[in-house]
């Protein structure tokens, strides 16, 4: 009897463990500046970081990166990007299963900065970091260091485009004109230029449109 309890006991734990499935972490291609000791490999929003986005009105949008990991091969250390901030990043390249990313060599990466589209200001105050809130326009050096946000707080980034010379930034924004904490019908679309410096405490941002 004892022992029959004592095997009953031992399939149940181990039905238990096996039966509780733990989320994976998710990662993305990785890209790697130019021919330097640099890879930027992005973290995956997933169901094992999602909880921290809390529950908005928006949508969290799956495949966008929940931070990005710096490696460098030279020196077998790794840091991320916004580390403590809680961050929406969109991805750098549009990817398909069947054919080859549209840009091997991703236009976010220039000659002295990476441009990155991210939210991380929960504008509208319901209590999650999602679809519904602004999207700001940050820049790095290619090392991942100097992180800054460039835009203005609630102003919400459509597109960018980078000049030839790669020295100009023109942003196309919205910001909420009907002050309804929203980004759409009612809102006027804004134009800034973004004067690039490899200084990024010197970059000036200001709109023309």
Not at 51 to 68: C, S
Not at 155 to 169: E, F, G, P, Y
Request: proline share 4%; aromatic share 12%; hydrophobic share 35%.
């Amino acid at each position: 009897m004892k022992s029959a309890l004592i095997a009953l006991v031992a399939i149940f734990l181990c039905t238990s463990m096996f039966g509780q499935k733990k989320d994976e972490i998710n990662y993305s291609d990785p890209f790697q500046i130019d021919s330097s000791e640099i890879f930027l490999i992005p973290r995956l929003i997933d169901n094992e970081n999602q909880a921290a986005y809390g529950k908005g009105k928006g949508y969290l949008p799956w495949g966008n990166y929940h931070d990005i990991y710096f490696y460098n091969t030279n020196t077998n250390t790794t840091r991320k990007l916004f580390d403590t901030t809680l961050a929406i990043i969109h991805t750098f390249t549009e990817r398909n299963y069947y054919n080859k990313p549209v840009n091997e060599y991703p236009l976010n990466i220039l000659p002295k900065h990476i441009v990155y589209l991210v939210r991380t200001d929960n504008f509208n105050n319901d209590n999650g970091l999602d679809s519904d809130d602004p999207v700001y326009l940050y820049i790095s050096a290619r090392n991942g260091e100097n992180l800054r946000v460039i835009t203005p707080k609630g102003v919400h980034i459509l597109s960018w485009t980078a000049s030839k010379d790669r020295k100009i930034l023109m942003v196309k924004a919205m910001k909420d004109s009907n002050g309804n904490k929203k980004f759409g019908v009612g809102d006027d679309e804004i134009y800034y230029r973004i004067d690039l410096d490899e200084n990024i405490s010197n970059i000036k941002c200001y709109p023309v449109l």
